[in-house]
């Protein structure tokens, strides 16, 4: 799995940030989770050709996470686009999206398809999922991640404790599926577990609340919004965003393996060492994301 990180700015962005875009790619996926304005030309910078993205996730409709959409999509049909690009995104991504494209003299076909989500799993795929939880930020707001499937093992205590001998019905309890033995039915979910699933959570845009933690549990990869110091927590609170201790916070109480915190402000263009440190003394393995980094996961 890697990660590209295209934009790391917040509303405003700067010479060295940009608006909010980050690419994840696993195998033949490449999901671009929002598209703050300037992003088709980040693609370029990362030597990315953007015909390569699969579905596009949309956090919420402030500009700085969609106003690169319009854009993107008419580089898309000039470069002969020729997939069918999955757009998710939070209650009114579909009015959103028609008015975007109905904004400007829209040329050339896409073949797009919208699909407008609540929260939990939305795409379900053989190896992967991908699912969403609702955030606080003033308008309709998700998090996602991004799961790669673990394997299915049999919990041996498990088969001892239900009297279940060994034998060809174990092979379809591996494939995670119910089995008859003797007349007496066994839930696969009950004598089983899952190893090595991989999880990687991106939580853009949001005030603290106690759903991010649970949502984001367990991920090797935590990219959160901290768009301000812990000197301004009553200002991230009064605008719906996080500091970098609270993103830290979080990072901690989930278990995470590597924190990177994004959406930063223009304040701390040349002192975002300062969210750093505060962030390090609560969670060690936290860094700063910057615009171009890629961030291989193996
Ligand atoms: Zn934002
Ligand atoms: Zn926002």
Known sequence: MKITFLGTSDAIPTASRNHTAVLL????????????????????????NPCNIT????????????????????????????????????????KYMKELTDAFIFTGKLKIEIKEIDKGKFVDEKDFYLEAERMTHGCPTLAYS?????????????????????????????????????????????????????????????????????????????????QFGSDMERKAKEHKHMTSVQSAKIAKEAKVGRLYLTHISQRYEKNFDKLLKEARKIFKNSHIARDLEVVEVK
């Open 25 to 48: 790619n696993w195998e033949n996926e490449n999901i671009l989770i929002d598209c703050g304005e300037g992003t088709q030309r980040q693609f370029r910078k990362a030597k990315i």
């Open 55 to 94: 579905r596009l996730l949309i956090t919420h409709w402030h500009g700085d996470h969609v106003l690169g959409i319009p854009g993107l999509l008419q580089t898309l049909t000039f470069s002969g686009y020729n997939k069918t690009l999955k757009i998710y995104g939070p209650r009114g991504t579909r």
């Open 146 to 226: 991004f799961v790669k499937k673990g394997k299915l093992r049999i919990d041996k205590k498990k088969l001892k404790q239900y009297k279940l001998a060994v034998g060809v019905h174990l092979q379809k309890l591996k494939q995670g599926k119910d089995v008859v033995y003797e007349g007496k039915k066994y839930l696969a979910k009950n004598l089983t577990y899952i190893v090595d699933e991989e999880k990687i959570s991106f939580v853009f845009d949001t005030s603290f609340n106690n759903l991010i933690s649970k949502f984001v549990k367990g991920a090797r990869i935590f990219v959160c919004e901290s």
